[in-house]
């Protein structure tokens, strides 16, 4: 029975300073990389085939940090744009807490965790999975149909995506979902 696990890259600069990411390319912080190792030793008795992950440094650093922990530094990896963060426009290095302060809570609650709501300038989780779910089914799920065990390494949201996607939740219910950084999550497929 193959296995796709999923691990959402560990803490980032911008997750410490509390930003706005979305595709800014910004790397981990120490504990970004204990989390990522963490990741690892959990996932030795995994044996991966293959692992995919987006083209954003702080994914790729945790994809490597997290083989060299499980002993599988040599697994073979591919990047693609399509497992990026999605792209939050014109909030993109701002303070969270700021932008709460000038739009209100309810507002960057609903530009954070709506499926169909864009942040200004930026993608709405609906616009994610658009690019993440065919990608899934292109290059990631003809692996797991041949049963082999595959890791992804991603971010908050396109990580939320291809789990709407896996668990079948729905747009309202995938609002109150949120991914820690570095923890595996296990799919038997």
């Given at each position: 029975?193959?296995?796709?696990?999923l691990v959402r890259h560990g803490q980032s600069?911008?997750?410490?300073?509390?930003?706005?990411?979305?595709?800014?390319?910004?790397?981990?912080?120490?504990?970004?990389?204990?989390?990522?190792?963490?990741?690892?030793?959990?996932?030795?008795?995994?044996?991966?085939?293959?692992?995919?992950?987006?083209?954003?440094?702080?994914?790729?650093?945790?994809?490597?940090?997290?083989?060299?922990?499980?002993?599988?530094?040599?697994?073979?990896?591919?990047?693609?744009?399509?497992?990026?963060?999605?792209?939050?426009?014109?909030?993109?290095?701002?303070?969270?807490?700021?932008?709460?302060?000038?739009?209100?809570?309810?507002?960057?609650?609903?530009?954070?965790?709506?499926?169909?709501?864009?942040?200004?300038?930026?993608?709405?989780?609906?616009d994610t999975y658009k690019r993440v779910i065919?990608?899934?089914?292109?290059?990631?799920?003809?692996?797991?149909?041949?049963?082999?065990?595959?890791?992804?390494?991603?971010?908050?949201?396109?990580?939320?995506?291809?789990?709407?996607?896996?668990?079948?939740?729905?747009?309202?219910?995938?609002?109150?979902?949120?991914?820690?950084?570095?923890?595996?999550?296990?799919?038997?497929?």
């Open positions: 029975m193959p296995v796709l696990v600069t911008y997750n410490l300073q509390n930003l706005f990411t979305g595709e800014t390319d910004v790397p981990l912080t120490p504990q970004g990389r204990e989390e990522a190792k963490a990741a690892g030793e959990k996932l030795k008795d995994t044996p991966f085939d293959h692992g995919f992950t987006s083209v954003l440094q702080r994914a790729i650093e945790t994809m490597s940090l997290l083989l060299e922990a499980a002993h599988q530094p040599d697994l073979p990896v591919t990047r693609d744009r399509a497992l990026n963060e999605r792209n939050y426009g014109n909030l993109q290095g701002l303070n969270k807490a700021d932008i709460a302060k000038k739009y209100g809570e309810e507002q960057v609650a609903i530009w954070r965790r709506s499926y169909t709501v864009r942040p200004p300038g930026g993608e709405s989780l609906e065919p990608y899934y089914e292109g290059h990631i799920l003809p692996l797991l149909q041949k049963g082999e065990n595959i890791l992804v390494v991603a971010h908050g949201n396109s990580l939320r995506a291809l789990m709407m996607y896996l668990e079948k939740i729905s747009e309202d219910d995938i609002a109150h979902v949120d991914l820690a950084t570095g923890v595996p999550r296990f799919y038997h497929l």
